[in-house]
Every structure is written in structure tokens, then in C-alpha cells.
């Protein structure tokens, strides 16, 4: 008994089983009124204008601490991957062991999640708006960096040891050879980035790293719930415009969609290209300018206090194994619940036209919804725990696994569902045969990638979870045992890297099959 | 509905007054056609004829800008369930066959009863093998071993998939069978055992409307229909089809 490839996308959905039979348990009785009330006012948004200037004004900052952000990442994350390329390494010293290192020393910052990279600066240099653009450019940069190498590391060398054999010098000969074959894939994957990096910097507002994070939070916390569908909608339009760009961008300079970036795409319109990255740097520097970021100011860091040693074993005497087994618990359910939940909602709706339009909607509005706002909702209702959180978690992720499922079903297995539609079979039928066999592999292949980012984001709503590594570790960042947090922020880096490891053995199961 | 089902009379299609529009010039123009039970019309004419609109508004596939088209005496379905029900009645062999890559021999075959299962059944359908005997049944009318049931479709010979794909639609059991240029593409051989096949499982009450690039392999039809620039230019028995005609019909192409 194998479960056939359609039926693969499914069997995550069997994790809203024991939820489904769970939660009413979570319900503490309170607050349904108060959900009311949110979905409400939905439809009547406040047209303030005081409110909408301050709203708009909190989207300008986040916005521009995106953008910094993203830019600096892209650059770190370039010069990192050329430099732990091991094919850059080999043709250049013979030896592939510096790449080797750098790599391994690049898997910490980026086992580590923004959030946690933007408390940790907030404590060492104090409030200001560097930092949320810093705690984006560190971890998005070492990820950039891991891309960027193994984009490099893909490329067939032939065209690059002839050059090295002709005498041409080293470097030369690397940009030749290997820049244009990585710009396709480099630029499709840094405007994901992008748009990754606009959802990071609301969801450090909401920690208090300024923007329209905290704008929201601070809504949704006195009840303003019409203040707070203002500052959704608008973020939903900014977001929205933001992907059409980059699918456009995307589409007319021929690079490859993300469900295949295992695929060829050229490259066109090189000099539009460079001219679009030239008109960039003013754009950078004026909202920079506009921002107050001020980089000397990183400079300016309060030394951490002395660790006691006394303070070493309080520190290893926390409840580790549970704390471990409730954050695994609690990435598995929300990924399951991502996973899972985009297709069985898809095949729900598939009858009817609107249908896909209404997911749509729901799923761009998990996509900018950041996690800590959706749990503080749930928590109108339900008691905090794993499965709040998880559920709080599964939403977001929900609306990035779905958005990417409709992209690949639009592409995939049409003509098989048209025959089975002509033969009297129903849409649902029709798309879970026709078009779920075509993209299985390739949709779980980015469920379990997806998966260990998921593991990442756990300390996002490590408050609500009220258990696991995140809560601990929010913890004791506001208590300032930084002797806990290095254990935890240790254990956190472990476990994404095994993490990591996992899920890239499973990938490349499930597509070289 | 049972009275029509068995009726050999009743005519399994009928296409009154078609017209599909097309970008330039209309791809189908004032189209009349009957089938009953028991024909096996080649369909022939120059590509761009409109043949493939031809099959695409008989399947249901397309929906026509004019004109009427009639399943078994009853006119096309507004409702989607009664649309469904009428076109389980009507199945086609593809041109690139249509056969799902990902899964089992027994699944694909399966996927010709999926109109009639229940989505529980359907969703079982991609656990465990269903329905073997029956399954194993229309290869074996296909004069293929019933070993393969458990065969990826990757595994399989191009003539073996375009027998599993006739399987299917034995498996789906429909009167009017269609069929898009099957022929295309194929080698000499495996063309001719394919026709062969098709005119042997559509004896009536079934009925068989094909549709032909080349106007060579008309024996064993019992009519021939002439297409060009989406209108009938001549329909008659494949015996009195005369050379002038069949010229006529490719004038100023680049064929046969």
C-alpha cells in the first residue's frame, strides 16, 4: 500500500485530525464577540485621516527597512557565496577546504531567525532604525550567500578551465564564465527575497523595531479593529503590487518561476537589467537618508554583562528535552498544516470560479498577517499552547505554501485535467488526478524546505506557545540571562542545521526519483 | 434515459447549424453532422481545417458560438451534473494519449470509472488497486498481459500506452468514441494495429468519429467526411470517394 503521488499532497491534511478533535478543548469560552467584531470590520476599514497618515507613514518605514535590507543582503550574500563557492576555491587555490569553512560558519547566522538577530542588536546598540535593517541583512544575507554557492557549484566549469588554460587571469575569467549562467537564478531568487524581507521587517515592527508592525500591534491590542483593517489593507495592496512587479520583472527578463528553479531559464534584456539595478543605489540612498540610518551609530555597543559561572548551571538545568520536543511538536503541526491545508482548500473550492479568488485573498492576507498578530487574535478564543501557536504559524505559512501551489497547479498537468473533465469527471477529481499528480514531487519537495524555515519561525510566537525553545528564549532576552540565551540560541542553531540537513536528503529523494 | 441508452436508432450525436468563431475567419461554419450507432467516420481534411474544433465541440470541450449539439437525442446540459452524465457517454483517445506518468497502469485505467465513483472511491483509487478483474479484463481485450496492472506508465512501450489508453476507455464503456488524429506519429505498424483495434471495439452500438491527416487508411469506415476551412465539403461512403474528390479537398495545401 503506496500512496500514489496526488494523494501525497494530501496526507499532511491528516494533521487537522487530531487538531480539529484538540481545539475545542483550547477554547477558554470568552472573545467570540471580539472576533466578531475584527471580522466586521473588515468591511469598514477607518478612513481617518489622522489614522491613515500615521498608517501610512508606519508602511514608509517598514517599507524602506525592507528595502535596505534586502539591498544589504543581496550584497553580503553575493561576496559570501562567491567566497564559499567550492568552485570558485578549486579554480583559484586548488583546495576546496576555505569554502568548506564558510560554509559551516555561515549556517550559524542563519540558523538564527531575524526576529531574534533584531532583539539581539536592540540590546546591544539600543533603538534605532539600523537595526531592524542590520537583523534582516545578516540572516537574509548568509542565505543569499548558501543560494549563491550552490547556484556556482551547479554551473558546468568547461567554459571556465578553458578560459583559466588560455591564460586568462583568475578573476577575469570566474566573472566571465560564471556571472551571466548565475544572474538568471540569482535575480528570480533575490525578488523572492524581496518580498520575504517586507513580511520580516512588519513582523519586527511588531516587536517594537518601528514600522507598521508596531502600528498594528499597538491596534490591535486597545480593540481599534477598524484602525487595524486599515493598516492590513494597505499592507495587502503594497504587498500584492510588490509580487505583480517581481512576477512581471521576472517573466519579461526570462528568469525561472520558483517551482522550477531546478530549471534552465535565460537571461534577456541584460542592459535593462543593469540600468534597473543603477537606478536602484539613489533609491537606496535617499531612503536611507530619509530613515536616519546612521551605520556609525552600530558602533556605539554597550558591552554584554559578565557571565558568572553560578549562572551556568541554573542555565543548563532547564527543562531541555521538553523544551526541544515541543518546538519540533510544534513545527511539525504548523507545517502539516500548511502543507496540507493549501491543496485540501484548493480541491474544496475547485467547483466554483470565485472560489480560487477567495483563496487567494485569504492566503495573501496569511502571507502579511505576521504570526505573533494572528496568535494574539487566537488568543481572543483559545488558551495559549503548542496548538494555538502552531495553528497562529500554519496560517502564515499556509498563504507562501499556497500562493506557490497555485503557480505550480497553473503550469502543470492542464491537458490531463481537460481529458478527465471531458470524460464527465468532476473539478475536484479533475485537479486532484490531472494537475496534483504533475506537481506533487515538487510541491513536497518545498514543503519539507518550507519546513525547516518553519523551525526557524517557531520563536516568532514562542510567547503564545507559552512552551518550546522560542518562549524560553524570549524569556531570557527580557530577562537578560545571556548565559541562557547562548545555550538556547545554541540548541536553536543545532537543531536547524539537523533540520536542514533532513529536509535536503528528503528533497533530493523526492526529485531524482 | 435507459430506453435511450439501448436504443440503435437514436443518433449518439447530433451537430445542427455549429459555428466557432476563430480570430480571422470562423473555425467551424453552419456545421451539420449525425452519427448513430454503429458508423465509423473518418473524418478528413488539410490541417487547419477545423477538425480538431470539429472533436473539441462533440467531446464538450468547447462550447460553440452557434448552433445546437444533441448526445443521445438530449440537448446539451445546462446544469454541470447533467453535462457530466451526458458526457460520460462520449470518450476520446488523445493524440498525445493523456495518461497520468505518475501512476499505476490499474490507477490510469481506473481514471475512465472516476465519472461514476464516489471522491471516497476516487481518493481510494490512488491508495489501493481497485477493480483488478475488470481492469485485468480490458487489457487482456487489448491483448495485453495483466502483469502490467502494477506498471508505472513510464515503464511502458509507446504502442503498449496506446493500448492502455483504449483500455481506459473501454474501462469508461462510452457509445461515441472519438479520436484526434491518433494516427499522427506513429510508425506504419503501429498505426495500422491501432486502427485496426478502434474499428474492431466500436461496432454498434458504439459508434467511432476520427479524425484523419491523410486521406490513405479510409478502408473499414463506413462513412468519410471532407472538412476544409470549417465547412462539409463532401460526406459519403469511403467507396464512392473519388480521387478528384480527395484532391479537391487538399487544393493549394501542402497535402497528402
Known sequence: MKPAAPLLVLLPALVLLPVLLLAPGQVHGGGWELIGTFLEAALQPSLDPLVLRSLLQGLGITAGMALLGWACSVVIGVSLGI???????????????????????????????????????????????????????????????????????????????????SGTAAPAALLTALGPPLLPGLISYGGYRLECALRSATLLGVFGLGGLGNELLLTLQSLEFRELWSGLWLLLAVMLALEAVIRRLRQRWGMPSRFGLGEGASGQRGRELLLALLALLPVLLLVAQALQVNPMALLDWQPLPPMDTQHWQAALALPWLPLVLNTLLLTLVAAALAVGGAPLLLLCVAPWPWGRQALKLLWALGRLWPPPLTALLLLFVFKPGVLTAAMALGFHNLGILGRLLLEGAEVSGEAIEQALLCGGCGARIALLYGRYSALARSYIAYGAYRTDVILRETVVVGLVAGTGLGSQLTESLSSFAFDQLLLLLGAYAVLTLLGEDLSDRARHRLLQQ | MAHAALSLTQPLLELRAIEVAGRQQPRLKALDLTVKPGERIALLGPSGAGKSTLIAVANGLLEPDRGAVFWCGEARARSTRGRRRQQQRIGTLWQDLRLIEELTVQQNLNCGRLAQWSWPKALLNLLLPLESEACAAVLEQMDLSASLLNQPIGALSGGQRQRVAIARLLRQNPRLWLADEPLASLDPRLAEELLELLLRETEAPRALLLSLHRPDRIQGFSRVIGLRDGQLQFDCAPQDLTAGTVEALYAGTAQP
Request: hydrophobic share 60%.
Open chain 1, 83 to 165: 567566497a564559499s563557492s567550492r568552485l570558485v576555491w578549486r579554480s583559484l587555490s586548488g583546495s576546496e577546504l576555505p569554502a568548506d569553512l564558510l560554509r559551516r560558519l555561515l549556517a550559524i547566522p542563519r540558523s538564527i531567525h531575524e526576529l531574534i538577530w533584531g532583539l539581539l542588536l536592540l540590546q546591544l546598540v539600543g533603538l534605532q532604525p539600523a537595526v531592524a535593517v542590520l537583523a534582516i541583512a545578516i540572516p537574509y544575507g548568509a542565505l543569499v550567500a548558501r543560494v549563491v554557492s550552490d547556484l556556482l557549484d551547479a554551473l558546468p566549469d568547461q567554459n571556465l578551465k578553458a578560459l583559466l588554460l
